[in-house]
């Protein structure tokens, strides 16, 4: 048995859970709400686990009040969701849906009576399926399309909403969506996804702008999904290690902070690039007040068998292959890396000296614990929540600036292409009765927040 010590954060740190709309709202079209590509696909046979969809998932849109009180309960200071561009722009460009607002508008006014900062994204992958029958992100007018959007929720909801991210984990909807078809809207095509990785970016940038011009004081970031890309001893190619890091991290933060895509990546694209117009990534570096991290495992990669092997969520990579799944992973098949957490980091404040401070938007475990009379004893999530904060303070303590922490996330919600079978939530949904059962992890993580760091643990 080790002793691991009881730690402190600093006492301005923030403490939340986050969620995202289509994963927990329910895709109730009673107020106007339009289809998103989320809808088209969960509803097209054999994309979804199951056969599962949206259409109910939490049912958070008719118990929004019951889960803000669950909120408070556990004492969250802030709460990150997003916002469903289809409810509030059904066809993502002409019309703005009162009624849609006015759910927003409800779902804030609760937090704020609770004390609960909101974090809103824009754009949590559920694109207007309307915009995607011309293109999507593929599409060059959707990226003004989306800045007009933001605008729009300056104006609404500004007064009380300060801080706002534009983007989550672009790079997903990029190569999920486009290039594995893992994601919706499900193409597997290389030029489709590297052009809808560049105008997400470049819809970021012009959002920005947009949002600022509408309002001074807004807070504004994009949340990024960076991992460490580790061989860890296999064989693997290094030239082409660095080329996944290259796709899957530097692409985002080279041209959000330095104003430059990587160069290595820019090359080895070619004309898969094309859509990156001069003066694109000017409008995509704006000065950002804040970044958010998202940080689940370090990616482990091999080279693989077949060494002409494309992986069609890295284009232009040959002949490398994730590596086999470690012997101690979560539900999703994901290895248990804190100590890439802090390495991670502390690279990016080394490598980016302008790296604004850094939120913590998402970390957290799936895991099946059931529900027993009434409690869940859910350990594993307890211990992967305990070893990625000690991750995060050595970060802090080696001067990385992240001022906050979401957990991912409130609930079990639809987890996307795995449906509801992956279960992310410290507390536990019962998706026939959709009651909500905090799970051991809940209370556990309202203590942290209560004490303001961690406990001391033994294990
Ligand atoms: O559920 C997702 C979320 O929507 C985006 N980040 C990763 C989570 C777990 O896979």
């Known amino acids: 048995m080790s002793q691991r010590p009881a730690l402190r954060f600093p006492s301005d740190f923030v403490w939340g859970a986050a969620t995202a709309a289509y994963q927990i709202e329910g895709a109730v079209a009673e107020d106007g709400r339009r289809p998103s590509v989320w809808d088209r696909y969960s509803h097209t046979e054999g994309k979804v686990a199951n056969g599962d969809n949206g259409d109910i998932a939490c049912d958070h849109y008719h118990r929004v009040e019951a889960d803000v009180q669950l909120m408070a309960d556990l004492g969250l200071q802030t709460y990150r969701f997003s916002i469903a561009w289809p409810r509030v722009i059904p066809d993502g460009r002409t019309r703005a849906n009162q009624a849609g607002l006015a759910w927003y508008h409800r779902l804030i006014d609760l937090l704020l009576e609770h004390g609960i900062t909101p974090c809103p994204t824009l754009f949590h992958w559920d694109l207007p399926e309307g915009l995607e029958e011309i293109g999507g992100f593929r599409n060059r007018d959707t990226v003004s399309w989306f800045a007009d959007y933001a605008a729009l929720m300056a104006q609404e909801f500004g007064d009380r909403v300060t801080m706002w991210s534009t983007f989550n984990e672009p790079w997903c909807y990029a190569y999920l969506g486009h290039g594995s078809g893992a994601h919706a809207p499900g193409l597997r095509d290389p030029k489709a996804a590297v052009t809808v990785a560049h105008h997400q970016l470049l819809a970021h940038g012009l959002a920005v702008q947009a949002m600022r011009s509408e309002r001074d004081g807004l807070a504004l970031g994009i949340v990024i999904n960076p991992s460490n890309i580790v061989s860890e001893g296999v064989e693997a190619d290094e030239a082409e290690i660095r080329m ?216």
């Not at 693989?304 to 990579?317: I, Q």
């Open 244 to 459: 996944i890091d290259g796709i899957h991290n530097r692409w985002w933060f080279d041209a959000t902070l330095t104003g430059a895509y990587p160069a290595d990546v820019i090359e080895r694209y070619g004309e898969l690039a094309d859509a990156v117009q001069p003066g694109d990534v000017e409008t995509i570096a704006q000065p950002l007040d804040w970044m958010g991290i998202n940080y689940y495992f370090d990616i482990l990669v091999q080279q693989a068998a077949d060494r002409g092997l494309h992986m069609p969520e890295y284009p232009a990579v040959v002949g490398t292959e994730p590596s086999p799944m470690r012997a101690v992973h979560t539900d999703m098949g994901w290895p248990i890396t804190p100590a890439g957490f802090t390495e991670l980091l502390v690279r990016l404040r080394d490598d980016y000296p302008n790296l604004p401070p850094i939120y913590i938007t998402e970390n957290g475990a799936a895991y099946d614990d059931p529900v027993v009379d009434g409690r869940c004893h859910d350990e594993r999530r307890i211990d992967y929540l305990d070893l990625h904060l000690r991750a995060l303070l050595d970060a802090i303590e080696e001067g990385v600036d992240v001022r906050g922490y979401y957990q991912w996330s409130l609930l079990d919600n639809f987890e996307w292409a795995l449906g509801y079978d992956k279960r992310f939530g410290i507390v536990h949904v019962d998706f026939d009765t959709l009651e909500r059962t905090p799970r051991d992890s809940a209370l556990w993580y309202r203590d942290v927040i209560a004490r303001g760091g961690l406990p001391e643990h033994s294990d």
